[in-house]
């Protein structure tokens, strides 16, 4: 049983930092793709940042520079560093994990880890 459970989120100043990690079971963790994704009240669940399973980062524009995506296939967790944030940045928080099975690109969710940012 596929399991991704989100942790570290929390209520910060602007500016602050937090650090969200997400501890996976279930699947071959080092051949999937990881991703953190974010919903804030009344918009879209938006890409936050990736990782493939070759350790190559992506992050969407607002996040250069300020967050940090870091896997460990050692303990099947990652983890997002993020400074400098923003009342932009509040938003609910969900790892996800892209598996292909035979072809079958699969994705799984977290249940989510609540950020807010305090202007």
């Known amino acids: 049983q596929v399991q991704l459970v989100e942790s570290g989120g929390g209520l910060v100043q602007a500016g602050g930092s937090l650090r969200l990690s997400c501890a996976a079971s279930g699947f071959i963790f080092s051949k999937a793709d990881m991703g953190w994704y974010r919903q804030a009240p009344g918009k879209q669940r938006e890409l936050v940042a990736t990782?493939?399973?070759?350790?190559?980062?992506n992050y969407v524009d607002s996040v250069k520079g300020r967050f940090t995506f870091y896997r460990d296939n050692t303990k099947n967790t990652v983890s997002l560093h993020m400074n400098s944030l923003k009342p932009d940045d509040t938003a609910n928080y969900f790892c996800n994990a892209a598996v292909n099975y035979f072809g079958v690109r699969i994705n799984y969710w977290g249940h989510g880890t609540q950020v807010t940012v305090s202007s």
């Open positions: 990782v493939t399973s070759g350790g190559t980062t």
